[in-house]
Every structure is written in C-alpha cells, then in structure tokens.
C-alpha cells in the first residue's frame, strides 16, 4: 500500500492562509500525477488542483486565482498553497496520486482545514 503523509492542516480566519504538504514515495511522486481533493460534510469529494509530473496544472475553478499547487522534487513531495480562505473551503483535504501508466490511484488519510472566524 502506498503511504501518502500530509500535513499543514488546521483552523484559519477567513481571508487567511495555509499550506498543505504531502510527502510520497519517490519512486510514486517521481512518475505520478499527484493533487489534493476535498470533502465537506454532506458533500461529495471534489477535485482541488493536480499537478502532473512535468508540472502541468489543473484547478477547480472555484479556487482559482487563490490556490497553487506545486512540487518539491528532491523531498518527493507536493504542496497546495491556499490563499484568501473562505468558509466554503472548509472541508477535509486529501492527498491524491495516479499512475498515467497503470491508472491505480491512492489516497493520504485526510487533513482538516477549518476556515471560521
């Protein structure tokens, strides 16, 4: 089983800040797609921003302009910087890594981010 470590998680007033990290396997991070979904209560897990090996980006458009994900090479892991928090973007977040080769997907064990007042 692929181990997927995030952390950065927490409580932020709204219009603040904060930076989810996850750290994976080299060998995975090296070849993957690798992103960041989320889940709030009630709601289905949605798609935040992935980035693709060769640095190549896709984001919700719902947190366009305020979140940027990217990748840490030599420490194999991935980053979603989140800006300008609203309390829409409460939700738990997940690491996320695809295979382009084989398709198998694995998930990290999930962070909250809580963005109130």
């Known amino acids: 089983q692929v181990q997927l470590v995030e952390s950065g998680g927490g409580l932020v007033q709204p219009g603040g800040s904060l930076r989810l990290s996850c750290a994976a396997p080299?060998?995975?991070?090296?070849?993957?797609?690798m992103g960041w979904y989320r889940q709030a209560p009630g709601k289905q897990r949605e798609l935040v921003a992935l980035?693709?090996?060769?640095?190549?980006?896709n984001y919700a458009d719902s947190v366009k302009r305020r979140f940027t994900i990217s990748r840490t090479n030599a420490k194999s892991t991935v980053h979603l910087q989140m800006n300008s928090l609203k309390s829409e973007d409460t939700a738990v977040y997940y690491c996320?890594?695809?295979?382009?080769?084989?398709?198998?997907?694995?998930w990290g064990q999930g962070t909250q981010v809580t963005v109130s007042s």
């Open positions: 080299e060998i995975i991070f090296a070849e993957n797609t």
């Open positions: 980035i693709t090996r060769a640095g190549i980006t």
């Open positions: 996320y890594t695809r295979s382009p080769y084989t398709g198998n997907e694995h």
